[in-house]
Protein backbone atom coordinates (compact mmCIF):
# COMPACT_ATOMS: atom_id res chain seq x y z
CA UNK A 1 0.00 0.00 0.00
CA UNK A 2 1.32 3.45 -0.94
CA UNK A 3 2.35 5.53 2.26
CA UNK A 4 0.32 8.40 3.11
CA UNK A 5 2.74 11.31 2.33
CA UNK A 6 3.47 9.94 -0.99
CA UNK A 7 -0.43 9.63 -1.42
CA UNK A 8 -0.96 12.95 -0.10
CA UNK A 9 1.59 14.46 -2.64
CA UNK A 10 -0.19 12.69 -5.26
CA UNK A 11 -3.89 14.00 -4.65
CA UNK A 12 -2.91 17.69 -4.01
CA UNK A 13 -1.12 17.32 -7.29
CA UNK A 14 -4.02 15.47 -8.57
CA UNK A 15 -6.46 18.41 -7.45
CA UNK A 16 -4.21 20.91 -8.56
CA UNK A 17 -4.81 19.74 -12.11
CA UNK A 18 -8.63 18.74 -11.78
CA UNK A 19 -8.43 22.81 -10.35
CA UNK A 20 -6.52 24.00 -13.21
CA UNK A 21 -8.17 22.24 -15.91
CA UNK A 22 -11.56 24.64 -15.09
CA UNK A 23 -9.97 27.69 -14.71
CA UNK A 24 -10.76 30.92 -17.53
CA UNK A 25 -8.58 30.43 -20.83
CA UNK A 26 -7.36 33.97 -22.59
CA UNK A 27 -8.31 34.62 -26.06
CA UNK A 28 -4.49 33.60 -26.40
CA UNK A 29 -5.42 29.64 -25.73
CA UNK A 30 -8.95 29.33 -27.79
CA UNK A 31 -9.06 26.19 -29.69
CA UNK A 32 -8.60 26.15 -32.82
CA UNK A 33 -11.41 24.64 -35.35
CA UNK A 34 -12.82 24.13 -38.49
CA UNK A 35 -14.74 27.67 -39.27
CA UNK A 36 -18.08 25.80 -40.61
CA UNK A 37 -17.73 22.90 -37.54
CA UNK A 38 -20.00 21.92 -34.80
CA UNK A 39 -16.97 22.66 -32.28
CA UNK A 40 -16.23 26.03 -33.89
CA UNK A 41 -19.76 27.15 -33.12
CA UNK A 42 -19.19 25.98 -29.40
CA UNK A 43 -16.18 27.21 -28.96
CA UNK A 44 -17.33 30.98 -30.08
CA UNK A 45 -20.36 30.70 -27.40
CA UNK A 46 -17.55 30.18 -24.54
CA UNK A 47 -15.12 32.52 -25.82
CA UNK A 48 -16.85 34.94 -28.42
CA UNK A 49 -16.54 37.91 -26.56
CA UNK A 50 -13.69 36.77 -23.92
CA UNK A 51 -11.12 39.63 -25.96
CA UNK A 52 -8.29 41.06 -25.18
CA UNK A 53 -9.72 44.15 -23.52
CA UNK A 54 -10.34 41.30 -20.60
CA UNK A 55 -7.42 38.95 -20.87
CA UNK A 56 -5.79 40.66 -17.75
CA UNK A 57 -8.49 40.05 -15.09
CA UNK A 58 -8.15 36.57 -16.30
CA UNK A 59 -4.46 36.43 -16.30
CA UNK A 60 -5.25 37.78 -12.42
CA UNK A 61 -7.41 35.19 -11.78
CA UNK A 62 -5.44 32.61 -12.97
CA UNK A 63 -2.13 34.16 -11.39
CA UNK A 64 -3.83 33.51 -7.82
CA UNK A 65 -5.04 29.98 -8.49
CA UNK A 66 -2.32 28.53 -10.03
CA UNK A 67 0.09 29.83 -7.39
CA UNK A 68 -0.87 26.68 -5.48
CA UNK A 69 -1.16 26.06 -1.99
CA UNK A 70 -2.24 22.88 -0.15
CA UNK A 71 -5.90 22.39 -1.77
CA UNK A 72 -7.01 21.20 1.29
CA UNK A 73 -10.80 22.25 0.56
CA UNK A 74 -10.59 20.33 -3.10
CA UNK A 75 -8.37 17.28 -1.08
CA UNK A 76 -11.39 17.36 0.98
CA UNK A 77 -13.82 17.08 -0.77
CA UNK A 78 -12.30 14.51 -2.93
CA UNK A 79 -11.54 12.28 0.10
CA UNK A 80 -15.00 12.52 1.36
CA UNK A 81 -16.47 11.67 -2.15
CA UNK A 82 -14.33 8.95 -2.33
CA UNK A 83 -15.28 7.75 1.14
CA UNK A 84 -19.07 7.06 -0.22
CA UNK A 85 -18.28 6.21 -4.02
CA UNK A 86 -15.97 2.88 -3.33
CA UNK A 87 -19.27 0.86 -2.77
CA UNK A 88 -19.56 0.55 -6.71
CA UNK A 89 -16.53 -1.85 -6.79
CA UNK A 90 -15.39 0.10 -9.84
CA UNK A 91 -13.31 2.99 -7.56
CA UNK A 92 -12.95 6.52 -9.19
CA UNK A 93 -13.63 6.63 -12.39
CA UNK A 94 -13.83 9.03 -15.14
CA UNK A 95 -17.35 9.84 -14.54
CA UNK A 96 -16.69 10.86 -10.78
CA UNK A 97 -14.47 13.01 -11.91
CA UNK A 98 -16.70 14.65 -14.09
CA UNK A 99 -19.33 15.09 -11.43
CA UNK A 100 -17.28 16.31 -8.12
CA UNK A 101 -14.34 18.13 -10.39
CA UNK A 102 -16.21 21.19 -11.20
CA UNK A 103 -17.18 21.42 -7.39
CA UNK A 104 -13.46 20.93 -6.27
CA UNK A 105 -12.47 23.52 -8.18
CA UNK A 106 -15.64 25.91 -7.46
CA UNK A 107 -14.49 25.49 -3.85
CA UNK A 108 -10.72 26.32 -4.76
CA UNK A 109 -11.78 29.79 -6.57
CA UNK A 110 -14.11 31.16 -4.11
CA UNK A 111 -11.27 30.26 -1.40
CA UNK A 112 -8.84 31.97 -2.93
CA UNK A 113 -11.25 34.58 -4.04
CA UNK A 114 -11.14 35.15 -0.26
CA UNK A 115 -7.57 35.41 0.35
CA UNK A 116 -7.39 37.67 -2.88
CA UNK A 117 -9.68 39.97 -1.17
CA UNK A 118 -8.69 39.60 2.77
CA UNK A 119 -5.18 40.59 1.36
CA UNK A 120 -6.19 43.90 -0.13
CA UNK A 121 -5.17 47.27 1.63
CA UNK A 122 -8.19 47.77 3.52
CA UNK A 123 -7.91 44.37 4.61
CA UNK A 124 -4.90 42.75 5.81
CA UNK A 125 -3.28 44.30 3.25
CA UNK A 126 -0.47 41.15 2.79
CA UNK A 127 1.96 41.51 0.20
CA UNK A 128 3.34 37.63 0.12
CA UNK A 129 1.02 34.25 -0.04
CA UNK A 130 1.26 31.34 -1.45
CA UNK A 131 4.96 32.16 -1.84
CA UNK A 132 4.60 34.94 -4.15
CA UNK A 133 3.47 38.14 -4.29
CA UNK A 134 0.05 39.00 -3.69
CA UNK A 135 -2.90 39.37 -6.55
CA UNK A 136 -3.25 42.99 -5.74
CA UNK A 137 0.73 43.49 -5.06
CA UNK A 138 1.20 42.24 -8.31
CA UNK A 139 -1.79 43.53 -10.17
CA UNK A 140 -3.17 46.90 -8.20
CA UNK A 141 -5.76 46.89 -5.69
CA UNK A 142 -8.50 46.86 -8.29
CA UNK A 143 -7.67 44.56 -10.49
CA UNK A 144 -7.09 41.83 -7.43
CA UNK A 145 -10.42 43.28 -5.96
CA UNK A 146 -12.11 41.84 -10.03
CA UNK A 147 -9.96 39.06 -10.14
CA UNK A 148 -11.79 38.13 -6.46
CA UNK A 149 -15.12 38.76 -7.86
CA UNK A 150 -14.56 36.84 -11.43
CA UNK A 151 -13.27 33.77 -9.20
CA UNK A 152 -16.45 33.89 -7.37
CA UNK A 153 -18.39 34.38 -9.98
CA UNK A 154 -16.86 31.60 -12.21
CA UNK A 155 -17.03 29.10 -9.45
CA UNK A 156 -21.12 29.31 -9.84
CA UNK A 157 -20.89 29.20 -13.48
CA UNK A 158 -19.18 26.49 -13.40
CA UNK A 159 -21.35 24.63 -11.41
CA UNK A 160 -24.47 25.85 -12.81
CA UNK A 161 -22.72 24.80 -16.37
CA UNK A 162 -22.54 21.29 -14.91
CA UNK A 163 -26.03 21.10 -13.16
CA UNK A 164 -27.34 22.14 -16.75
CA UNK A 165 -25.76 19.76 -18.51
CA UNK A 166 -26.87 16.67 -16.44
CA UNK A 167 -29.62 14.27 -17.08
CA UNK A 168 -29.78 12.01 -14.86
CA UNK A 169 -32.48 13.67 -12.44
CA UNK A 170 -30.86 11.98 -9.06
CA UNK A 171 -27.43 13.52 -10.01
CA UNK A 172 -29.45 16.61 -10.84
CA UNK A 173 -30.53 16.70 -6.91
CA UNK A 174 -27.69 15.93 -5.10
CA UNK A 175 -25.77 18.82 -7.49
CA UNK A 176 -28.51 21.37 -6.34
CA UNK A 177 -27.57 20.27 -2.61
CA UNK A 178 -24.26 20.41 -3.10
CA UNK A 179 -24.28 23.90 -5.11
CA UNK A 180 -26.45 25.45 -1.98
CA UNK A 181 -24.54 24.18 0.73
CA UNK A 182 -21.54 25.84 -1.22
CA UNK A 183 -22.84 28.73 -1.42
CA UNK A 184 -24.58 29.28 1.91
CA UNK A 185 -21.40 28.63 3.31
CA UNK A 186 -19.21 30.63 1.67
CA UNK A 187 -21.45 33.45 2.27
CA UNK A 188 -23.43 35.68 4.95
CA UNK A 189 -24.10 32.97 7.18
CA UNK A 190 -20.33 31.44 6.29
CA UNK A 191 -17.48 32.63 5.64
CA UNK A 192 -18.09 36.41 4.44
CA UNK A 193 -20.07 36.78 7.81
CA UNK A 194 -17.60 35.34 10.09
CA UNK A 195 -14.56 38.07 7.61
CA UNK A 196 -17.10 40.67 8.66
CA UNK A 197 -16.90 39.68 12.63
CA UNK A 198 -13.50 39.51 12.32
CA UNK A 199 -13.12 43.02 10.35
CA UNK A 200 -14.73 44.40 12.95
CA UNK A 201 -12.97 42.98 15.80
CA UNK A 202 -9.29 44.41 14.57
CA UNK A 203 -8.05 46.54 17.09
CA UNK A 204 -10.07 45.71 19.91
CA UNK A 205 -7.75 43.78 21.31
CA UNK A 206 -8.77 42.34 24.89
CA UNK A 207 -11.91 43.32 24.45
CA UNK A 208 -13.04 40.31 22.39
CA UNK A 209 -13.61 37.63 24.00
CA UNK A 210 -14.48 33.79 23.29
CA UNK A 211 -17.84 33.69 21.90
CA UNK A 212 -17.22 36.29 19.38
CA UNK A 213 -13.80 35.02 18.62
CA UNK A 214 -15.04 31.51 18.22
CA UNK A 215 -17.69 33.04 15.95
CA UNK A 216 -15.16 34.01 13.92
CA UNK A 217 -13.44 30.86 13.32
CA UNK A 218 -16.44 28.79 12.76
CA UNK A 219 -17.76 30.99 10.06
CA UNK A 220 -14.50 32.27 8.50
CA UNK A 221 -12.46 29.12 8.67
CA UNK A 222 -14.26 26.28 9.34
CA UNK A 223 -17.82 26.75 7.06
CA UNK A 224 -15.65 26.11 3.86
CA UNK A 225 -14.14 23.45 5.64
CA UNK A 226 -17.18 21.62 6.45
CA UNK A 227 -18.76 22.50 3.15
CA UNK A 228 -15.89 20.64 1.40
CA UNK A 229 -16.55 17.38 3.30
CA UNK A 230 -20.27 17.86 2.76
CA UNK A 231 -20.53 18.62 -0.77
CA UNK A 232 -18.05 15.66 -1.23
CA UNK A 233 -20.75 12.93 0.48
CA UNK A 234 -23.50 14.81 -0.78
CA UNK A 235 -22.45 14.52 -4.55
CA UNK A 236 -21.39 10.46 -3.67
CA UNK A 237 -24.78 9.69 -2.56
CA UNK A 238 -24.21 9.63 1.36
CA UNK A 239 -26.94 8.86 3.41
CA UNK A 240 -27.98 11.87 5.47
CA UNK A 241 -26.62 11.13 8.69
CA UNK A 242 -22.61 10.70 7.24
CA UNK A 243 -23.29 14.13 5.52
CA UNK A 244 -24.18 15.48 9.51
CA UNK A 245 -21.32 13.52 10.94
CA UNK A 246 -19.15 15.22 8.39
CA UNK A 247 -20.50 18.65 9.34
CA UNK A 248 -19.26 17.94 12.67
CA UNK A 249 -15.98 16.38 11.80
CA UNK A 250 -15.65 19.58 9.71
CA UNK A 251 -16.67 22.02 12.35
CA UNK A 252 -13.96 20.63 14.21
CA UNK A 253 -11.26 20.32 11.96
CA UNK A 254 -11.53 23.79 10.82
CA UNK A 255 -11.38 25.36 14.31
CA UNK A 256 -8.19 22.70 15.04
CA UNK A 257 -6.90 24.29 11.54
CA UNK A 258 -7.29 27.88 12.80
CA UNK A 259 -5.95 27.22 16.21
CA UNK A 260 -3.17 25.86 14.16
CA UNK A 261 -2.87 29.02 11.78
CA UNK A 262 -3.26 31.58 14.77
CA UNK A 263 -0.32 28.92 16.44
CA UNK A 264 1.85 29.33 13.09
CA UNK A 265 1.81 32.97 12.94
CA UNK A 266 3.45 32.86 16.01
CA UNK A 267 6.25 30.39 15.80
CA UNK A 268 5.70 29.83 11.83
CA UNK A 269 8.39 30.24 9.31
CA UNK A 270 7.90 32.74 6.98
CA UNK A 271 9.32 30.72 3.97
CA UNK A 272 7.87 27.59 4.46
CA UNK A 273 4.04 29.46 4.51
CA UNK A 274 5.19 31.43 1.90
CA UNK A 275 3.18 34.29 3.63
CA UNK A 276 4.65 36.49 6.20
CA UNK A 277 4.51 36.01 10.35
CA UNK A 278 3.28 38.11 13.36
CA UNK A 279 0.57 39.47 11.32
CA UNK A 280 -1.82 39.31 14.24
CA UNK A 281 0.13 40.97 16.32
CA UNK A 282 1.00 43.97 13.74
CA UNK A 283 -3.06 43.88 13.96
CA UNK A 284 -3.62 43.47 16.81
CA UNK A 285 -6.32 40.91 16.44
CA UNK A 286 -7.36 38.64 18.89
CA UNK A 287 -6.40 35.24 18.39
CA UNK A 288 -6.52 32.03 19.97
CA UNK A 289 -3.04 31.85 21.22
CA UNK A 290 -3.35 36.28 22.69
CA UNK A 291 -6.62 34.78 24.44
CA UNK A 292 -5.89 30.95 26.03
CA UNK A 293 -2.13 31.57 25.58
CA UNK A 294 0.24 28.89 23.22
CA UNK A 295 -0.25 26.12 25.53
CA UNK A 296 -3.56 25.94 25.37
CA UNK A 297 -3.76 26.49 21.76
CA UNK A 298 -1.58 23.44 21.34
CA UNK A 299 -3.71 21.06 23.78
CA UNK A 300 -6.54 22.12 22.00
CA UNK A 301 -5.64 21.75 18.80
CA UNK A 302 -5.11 17.89 19.74
CA UNK A 303 -8.60 18.14 21.88
CA UNK A 304 -10.65 19.54 18.49
CA UNK A 305 -8.23 16.81 15.89
CA UNK A 306 -9.13 14.18 18.53
CA UNK A 307 -12.84 14.79 18.96
CA UNK A 308 -13.00 14.91 15.02
CA UNK A 309 -11.16 11.55 14.25
CA UNK A 310 -13.63 9.94 16.94
CA UNK A 311 -16.50 11.15 14.95
CA UNK A 312 -14.79 10.06 11.65
CA UNK A 313 -14.60 6.18 12.99
CA UNK A 314 -18.72 6.70 13.70
CA UNK A 315 -19.00 6.71 9.90
CA UNK A 316 -21.13 4.23 9.14
CA UNK A 317 -18.81 3.02 6.20
CA UNK A 318 -15.17 1.96 7.18
CA UNK A 319 -12.56 1.79 4.00
CA UNK A 320 -9.37 2.58 2.74
CA UNK A 321 -10.58 6.25 2.15
CA UNK A 322 -11.63 7.00 5.92
CA UNK A 323 -8.37 5.49 6.79
CA UNK A 324 -6.84 8.44 4.37
CA UNK A 325 -9.10 10.58 5.49
CA UNK A 326 -8.05 10.55 9.36
CA UNK A 327 -4.58 10.65 8.73
CA UNK A 328 -5.57 13.95 6.72
CA UNK A 329 -7.27 15.03 9.95
CA UNK A 330 -3.66 14.40 11.98
CA UNK A 331 -1.41 15.24 9.61
CA UNK A 332 -3.41 19.19 9.66
CA UNK A 333 -3.05 19.46 13.15
CA UNK A 334 1.27 19.15 13.25
CA UNK A 335 1.39 20.99 9.97
CA UNK A 336 4.17 23.88 9.70
CA UNK A 337 2.49 25.21 6.19
C1 LIG B 1 -12.65 38.15 2.04
C2 LIG B 1 -14.93 37.10 2.30
C3 LIG B 1 -13.50 37.10 2.62
C4 LIG B 1 -13.04 36.15 3.44
C5 LIG B 1 -11.66 35.99 3.79
C6 LIG B 1 -9.95 33.05 4.00
C7 LIG B 1 -10.16 34.33 4.69
C8 LIG B 1 -11.54 34.87 4.76
C9 LIG B 1 -9.14 35.03 5.16
C10 LIG B 1 -7.73 34.62 5.02
C11 LIG B 1 -7.02 34.75 6.31
C12 LIG B 1 -7.22 33.60 7.19
C13 LIG B 1 -6.19 33.36 8.23
C14 LIG B 1 -8.28 32.87 7.07
C15 LIG B 1 -8.56 31.71 7.86
C16 LIG B 1 -8.64 30.54 6.98
C17 LIG B 1 -7.31 30.19 6.49
C18 LIG B 1 -6.31 29.68 7.45
C19 LIG B 1 -7.07 30.37 5.22
C20 LIG B 1 -5.83 29.93 4.58
O1 LIG B 1 -6.13 28.68 4.05
P1 LIG B 1 -5.00 27.66 3.63
O2 LIG B 1 -3.97 27.60 4.74
O3 LIG B 1 -4.37 28.39 2.38
O4 LIG B 1 -5.64 26.39 3.24
P2 LIG B 1 -3.74 27.74 1.04
O5 LIG B 1 -2.94 28.87 0.42
O6 LIG B 1 -2.88 26.58 1.43
O7 LIG B 1 -4.90 27.34 0.19
Known amino acids: MMKFDEMLAERTQYCGEVVKSYLPGTESEVPEADAASEDAREIEEIYGDRKAYCARVIEAMNYSVEAGGKRLR ?11 CEG ?22 IHTYSLVHDDLPEMDNDRYRRGQLTTHAKYGAGMAVLAGDGLLNYAYELVASTLALEQDPELR ?12 NAGIDGMVGGQCADLMAEGRGADVGEDELMYIHT ?15 VLAGAPEEDVSSLYMIG ?16 EGNAGELGKDVHQDDRDNKTTYVSLFGMDKAKEDVRAYTD ?28 RTK
Open 307 to 334: EALELTDSLSVSNEEVGFLKQLILELAG
Open 251 to 266: EDLGIAFQIRDDILDV
Open 219 to 233: HKTACMIESALMTGA
Open 88 to 109: SGDGFTQEDEDIVGPFMAAIEM
Open 173 to 184: ERMVNALFILAS
Open 74 to 84: PLLMLAAYRIF
